[in-house]
């Protein structure tokens, strides 16, 4: 008995260090890390006035680039080089007069040296990337400085570049860095695709997609809901509608119509096209939904929900479901068929208004008779 108190006592006492040294941990790092938040604080001293500036534009430029440095021979160096390869550049001596001027104009690049008086490049690069973000910092440095800089790329520097360098190393960086930049910026604009719940798929921006959570997506870009009577609502998914853009008609399946999986189901017309989608399962056409003959307009909300185009008895679901996608497997595949349109409408030299890879609701309604039969092929005869 006595040992069993002695047990228990133990036990209490190494459950009360053990406690209290996890305790003394958690502060010790909640310390460091107000330490190191501290040891990040910004000098955001700047000034409007650019004395040492000098400016060189030219037409369509590759990149706008702001470069500091308290070097003169540096900052010729940078404009006789990249002015002539088509940047744009703007030359600084001083880091205050750097912060002023990104406030005022877009750069692309801030290139900033390390070993600068009353502002060096490391304020200068937390500074920049606390203004603007969406500018991307290099550094200037020298061989014994390379360690400061890997260092400034924590506090968000891209890049560094080391000096002195040849005219040829100095574009072969610059033009790295941009397709860096410009990989990225892509990525970041990329078209978004959302899981939603059914009554939300209507409020998202027409370069996004929607997928309703437990709705399954067909390879052709048709939609499926299982019922819990067995039965199969289908419809035309968001990626072919957004592209498709406006529906005039539909050409529903006959009741009672034995349909294979791949085999055509359903057509939506517009004006003289029309796009035939083939059934993501086998089953006998239950029943159609003919109030969505008179209000065509409503799949412009959703074309899910209550916007299915017809009802299938399914015959071999337990079978064919596997070739459907739900879940992140549908946004995965969304995501796979947007890349593959950006990369033939690149190919084809084709962009859009505002650039990048942002699609628009619509996007296959502006192509020729060919180039939109090309793009039905492509994406809804699956």
Same mark, same amino acid.
């Given at each position: 008995?006595?040992?069993?108190?002695?047990?228990?006592?133990?036990?209490?006492?190494?459950?009360?260090? *053990?406690?209290? *040294?996890?305790? %003394?941990?958690?502060?010790?790092?909640?310390?460091? +890390?107000?330490?190191?938040?501290?040891?990040?604080?910004?000098?955001?001293?700047? %000034?409007?006035?650019?004395?040492?500036?000098?400016?060189?534009?030219?037409?369509?430029?590759?990149?706008?680039?702001?470069?500091?440095?308290?070097?003169? !021979?540096?900052?010729?160096?940078?404009? @006789? *080089?990249?002015?002539?390869?088509?940047?744009?550049?703007?030359? !600084?001596?001083? #880091?205050?007069?750097?912060?002023?001027?990104?406030?005022?104009?877009?750069?692309?690049?801030?290139?900033? +040296?390390?070993?600068?008086?009353?502002?060096?490049?490391?304020?200068?690069?937390?500074?920049?990337?606390?203004?603007?973000?969406?500018?991307? =910092?290099?550094?200037?440095? $020298?061989?014994?400085? !390379?360690?400061?800089?890997?260092?400034?790329?924590?506090?968000?520097?891209?890049?560094?570049?080391?000096?002195?360098?040849?005219?040829?190393?100095?574009? #072969?960086?610059?033009?790295?860095?941009?397709? &860096?930049?410009?990989?990225?910026?892509?990525?970041?604009?990329?078209?978004?695709?959302?899981? %939603?719940?059914?009554?939300?798929?209507?409020?998202?921006?027409?370069?996004?997609?929607?997928?309703?959570? #437990?709705?399954?997506?067909?390879?052709?870009?048709?939609?499926?809901?299982?019922?819990?009577?067995?039965?199969?609502?289908?419809?035309?998914?968001?990626?072919?509608? @957004?592209?498709?853009?406006?529906? /005039?008609?539909?050409?529903?399946?006959?009741?009672?119509? &034995?349909?294979?999986? $791949?085999?055509?189901?359903?057509?939506?017309?517009?004006?003289?096209?029309? =796009?035939?989608?083939?059934?993501?399962? %086998? #089953?006998?056409?239950?029943?159609?939904?003919?109030?969505?003959?008179?209000?065509?307009?409503?799949?412009?909300?959703?074309?899910?929900?209550?916007?299915?185009?017809?009802?299938?008895?399914?015959?071999?679901?337990?079978?064919?479901?596997?070739?459907?996608?739900?879940?992140?497997?549908?946004?995965?595949?969304?995501?796979?068929?947007?890349?593959?349109?950006?990369?033939?409408?690149?190919?084809?030299?084709?962009?859009?208004?505002?650039?990048? /890879?942002?699609?628009?609701?619509?996007?296959?309604?502006?192509?020729?008779?060919?180039?939109?039969?090309? &793009?039905?092929?492509?994406?809804?005869?699956?």
């Amino acid at each position: 008995m006595p040992l069993l108190i002695i047990a228990v006592i133990l036990f209490v006492i190494a459950d009360v260090l *053990i406690r209290q *040294i996890s305790k %003394t941990i958690r502060e010790q790092k909640e310390r460091k +890390d107000r330490e190191a938040a501290l040891a990040v604080s910004l000098n955001l001293d700047f %000034t409007r006035e650019s004395k040492t500036l000098k400016r060189v534009e030219v037409e369509n430029p590759k990149a706008k680039i702001l470069c500091v440095d308290d070097e003169p !021979v540096i900052l010729d160096s940078f404009r @006789k *080089i990249l002015v002539l390869d088509g940047y744009c550049v703007d030359t !600084v001596e001083t #880091g205050q007069e750097a912060l002023g001027l990104i406030q005022s104009h877009n750069y692309d690049f801030v290139f900033t +040296d390390l070993k600068m008086p009353q502002m060096d490049g490391v304020e200068v690069t937390k500074s920049v990337k606390y203004l603007r973000p969406d500018i991307d =910092v290099v550094i200037i440095t $020298g061989f014994a400085t !390379v360690e400061t800089a890997v260092e400034c790329m924590k506090y968000g520097a891209m890049d560094y570049v080391q000096k002195p360098f040849t005219e040829d190393e100095l574009l #072969g960086f610059v033009k790295k860095i941009l397709i &860096m930049r410009q990989d990225r910026i892509q990525k970041q604009l990329k078209p978004k695709v959302h899981i %939603t719940h059914l009554a939300e798929s209507k409020h998202f921006k027409t370069y996004e997609f929607a997928i309703p959570g #437990g709705v399954f997506i067909s390879p052709g870009h048709c939609w499926a809901s299982m019922e819990q009577d067995g039965a199969v609502k289908v419809g035309i998914d968001d990626f072919a509608k @957004k592209l498709i853009g406006k529906i /005039d008609a539909i050409d529903f399946p006959n009741l009672g119509m &034995m349909v294979k999986l $791949g085999q055509p189901l359903f057509t939506i017309k517009q004006g003289t096209r029309s =796009v035939t989608f083939n059934s993501p399962i %086998t #089953g006998k056409v239950t029943k159609i939904n003919s109030p969505l003959k008179n209000e065509i307009e409503s799949l412009d909300i959703t074309p899910y929900d209550s916007n299915w185009i017809c009802i299938l008895d399914a015959d071999n679901l337990d079978t064919e479901i596997k070739n459907l996608k739900i879940g992140k497997t549908a946004v995965t595949y969304y995501q796979e068929d947007i890349d593959r349109l950006i990369g033939i409408r690149k190919k084809a030299g084709a962009s859009t208004a505002k650039g990048y /890879d942002e699609l628009q609701e619509g996007e296959f309604e502006k192509l020729s008779d060919t180039e939109f039969y090309s &793009m039905v092929s492509e994406f809804f005869k699956k």
